[in-house]
Each structure stands twice: as structure tokens, then as C-alpha cells.
């Protein structure tokens, strides 16, 4: 069995995600930022212990770490993030500003805030992976021209955790990238291809797969290579 911290937890795929390593028997430390109103995430049965975080929050960040110090951590999962501001507020004619900064500091510096603060952790598993859901809007190879924003925040993450690897490689932590699809959650919307189950399955698939070796990849949800 294996310990795996995951973020953004409340809902959509991080509920998923939490109910799929319960299921299975693992120890999961489920962060969001409010507990109080998780009412699902409180439901769900197992060893899920339930945390306070705002991963945009250095100081929330901090505490978590605090309170995991003797932890030892398998598997971080970061999968907060936030969409940005409206779409017509994010594109080339039109920016708001302190909303694209808010992106950048939630989609590309939470997950990094997250993997530093619980290395210490980490590095006690024999078997460590930090695993960022991403998005294929964050890839060069992908010309869609909307939601500049969140766009350019994920494929800040994406670069930095490809540099994170090569890192962390001489550590023993892998580290990868997953994109999880266009997923029925209040970003994707009810018209989306997958339900947030169907994501979660396929998410916990290739972290499984993950390793030191093939540590530095981008991934699919469904396990296929994802270009950059």
C-alpha cells in the first residue's frame, strides 16, 4: 500500500482520484482549501485524511508541510488549479491582468510550492512520483487560440517539472505530466468527453506506470504520449 497526497480534492477529478486510492487501500491525505464544505470528500470511506490547503498560499503550503514533517510521502499529486479569468478577459485583445497573475500563481507555482515544500518526504519513499494534471492547452504543439491565460500557466508547469525531472532523477523521484482529457467538471463543462470517474481511472493508470526510467514524460489520460 502506498501514501499519496493529492490536491484539489473537493471535487471533479481530485474526488475521483481520492476515491479510486481509497478503494485500493491506500493512505491518502486529501488537501483543499475548505474541509468544511467537502461533504463528499468526508463521505468517502477508507484512510483518507482530509487537509486544509491553498496551494496558492506559500503560508498554507508551509503548514501543510509542518503538519506531514514524519510522513512518508509515495505520491504527490498535484491537481488544483483554477481556469483564469473569463475568456474574453484572457486573449489577445483583451487581458485582465491580476487575473492571468492569480492563474500563473495557482496553475504553474502552486504545484511547485506543493512538490518543494514535501520533498523531505518524498525522498523517503522508495518508490517516490510527483505527478502534475496539466493540460494539452499548455502544449506548443497545440494551436488553439483561446484562453490565453490558462493556456500559457500550463505550459509553464509543463516546463518546469520537464526540468524538474532531470533534477530530481539523481533523488530517486520521478516526476510526470498528465493530461486528463476534456473532463465533465465545472472547467470542461457537461458537454465534455469524460466523466470525471473515466479520467480519474486512466490518471491512476499511468501514475502507476511511472518510474524513474520513463521519469520526464507527458502523458494522456489514457496512457497515450502526449507531444509538447
Same mark, same amino acid.
Given at each position: 500500500?502506498?501514501?499519496?497526497? %493529492?490536491?484539489?480534492? *473537493? $471535487? /471533479?477529478? &481530485?474526488? !475521483?482520484?481520492? $476515491?479510486?486510492?481509497?478503494?485500493?487501500?491506500?493512505?491518502?491525505?486529501?488537501?483543499?482549501?475548505?474541509?468544511?464544505?467537502? !461533504?463528499?470528500?468526508?463521505?468517502?470511506?477508507?484512510?483518507?485524511?482530509?487537509?486544509?490547503?491553498?496551494?496558492?498560499?506559500?503560508?498554507?503550503?508551509?503548514?501543510?508541510?509542518?503538519?506531514? #514533517?514524519?510522513?512518508?510521502?509515495?505520491?504527490?499529486?498535484? *491537481?488544483?488549479?483554477?481556469? &483564469? +479569468?473569463?475568456?474574453?478577459?484572457?486573449?489577445?485583445?483583451?487581458?485582465?491582468?491580476?487575473?492571468?497573475?492569480?492563474?500563473?500563481? @495557482?496553475?504553474?507555482?502552486?504545484?511547485?510550492?506543493?512538490?518543494?515544500?514535501?520533498?523531505?518526504?518524498? #525522498?523517503?519513499?522508495? *518508490?517516490?512520483?510527483?505527478?502534475?494534471?496539466?493540460?494539452?492547452?499548455?502544449?506548443?504543439?497545440?494551436?488553439?487560440?483561446?484562453?490565453?491565460?490558462?493556456?500559457?500557466?500550463?505550459?509553464?508547469?509543463n516546463k518546469f517539472m520537464?526540468?524538474?525531472?532531470?533534477?530530481?532523477? $539523481?533523488?530517486?523521484?520521478?516526476?510526470?505530466? %498528465?493530461? +486528463?482529457?476534456?473532463?465533465? =467538471?465545472?472547467?470542461?463543462? +457537461?458537454?465534455?468527453?469524460?466523466?470525471?470517474?473515466?479520467?480519474? !481511472?486512466?490518471?491512476?493508470?499511468? @501514475?502507476?506506470?511511472?518510474?524513474? !526510467?520513463?521519469? /520526464?514524460?507527458?502523458?494522456?489520460?489514457?496512457?497515450? =504520449?502526449?507531444?509538447?
Amino acid at each position: 500500500m502506498a501514501t499519496i497526497l %493529492i490536491t484539489g480534492t *473537493n $471535487k /471533479g477529478v &481530485g474526488l !475521483e482520484l481520492t $476515491k479510486i486510492y481509497a478503494a485500493r487501500g491506500d493512505t491518502v491525505y486529501a488537501a483543499c482549501r475548505d474541509p468544511g464544505s467537502a !461533504e463528499a470528500l468526508a463521505a468517502i470511506a477508507g484512510d483518507v485524511k482530509v487537509l486544509s490547503l491553498i496551494v496558492g498560499d506559500s503560508g498554507s503550503v508551509d503548514e501543510m508541510a509542518v503538519s506531514l #514533517k514524519d510522513v512518508v510521502i509515495d505520491v504527490v499529486i498535484n *491537481n488544483a488549479g483554477m481556469k &483564469g +479569468p473569463e475568456f474574453d478577459q484572457q486573449n489577445t485583445y483583451a487581458m485582465d491582468f491580476d487575473g492571468w497573475a492569480e492563474t500563473f500563481n @495557482v496553475n504553474s507555482m502552486g504545484p511547485v510550492r506543493v512538490m518543494q515544500a514535501l520533498l523531505p518526504n518524498l #525522498k523517503q519513499s522508495t *518508490n517516490a512520483k510527483v505527478v502534475t494534471i496539466t493540460s494539452q492547452m499548455g502544449a506548443l504543439s497545440l494551436d488553439m487560440a483561446a484562453a490565453h491565460a490558462y493556456c500559457a500557466s500550463k505550459a509553464a508547469v509543463n516546463k518546469f517539472m520537464r526540468l524538474a525531472s532531470i533534477d530530481l532523477k $539523481k533523488d530517486g523521484v520521478a516526476v510526470g505530466l %498528465i493530461h +486528463p482529457g476534456w473532463v465533465q =467538471t465545472d472547467m470542461g463543462g +457537461p458537454q465534455a468527453d469524460l466523466t470525471p470517474q473515466e479520467s480519474a !481511472e486512466g490518471i491512476v493508470a499511468v @501514475v502507476d506506470r511511472l518510474s524513474i !526510467e520513463s521519469t /520526464g514524460g507527458f502523458w494522456k489520460w489514457n496512457g497515450e =504520449t502526449h507531444d509538447w
